[in-house]
Nanobody
């Protein structure tokens, strides 16, 4: 399995970014969940959002609900995280992670449930 996260950058408060996570190495029978986690300096890693590739089911952390939207393109084997109304509190390194086996929805933002991780992309929200 390989994951490639991209799309981070510097944005002003109130701005938007779209992160991408390209994935490969999965078999057709895998029930893939792609999750986004972030880690700010001096803080613990936080689950942000998840999406199942097969049916597009999404989950969001309370801190991003209504501002972030997860989506996927099955033909491109890519998951996206559209981030709107960004604030400095959204600053951090964003990682995508995947799991091959179905997860209960309540566990989908638990980092321990994920097998493979991308390299991270830095998001900085600052004026």
């Amino acid at each position: 399995v390989q994951l490639q996260a991209s799309g981070g950058g510097l944005v002003q408060p109130g701005g938007s970014l779209r992160l991408s996570c390209a994935f490969s190495g999965f078999a057709p029978e895998h029930y893939i969940t792609v999750a986004w986690f972030r880690q700010a300096p001096g803080k613990e890693r936080e689950g942000v959002s998840s999406i199942t590739i097969r049916d597009g089911s999404t989950t969001y952390a309370a801190s991003v609900k209504g501002r972030f939207t997860a989506s996927r393109d099955r033909a491109r084997n890519t998951a996206y995280l559209q981030m709107n109304y960004l604030s400095p509190e959204d600053t951090g390194v964003y990682y995508c992670a995947t799991r091959k086996v179905r997860l209960v929805m309540s566990a989908r933002l638990d980092a321990a449930q994920y097998d493979d991780w991308g390299q991270g992309t830095l998001v900085t929200v600052s004026s």
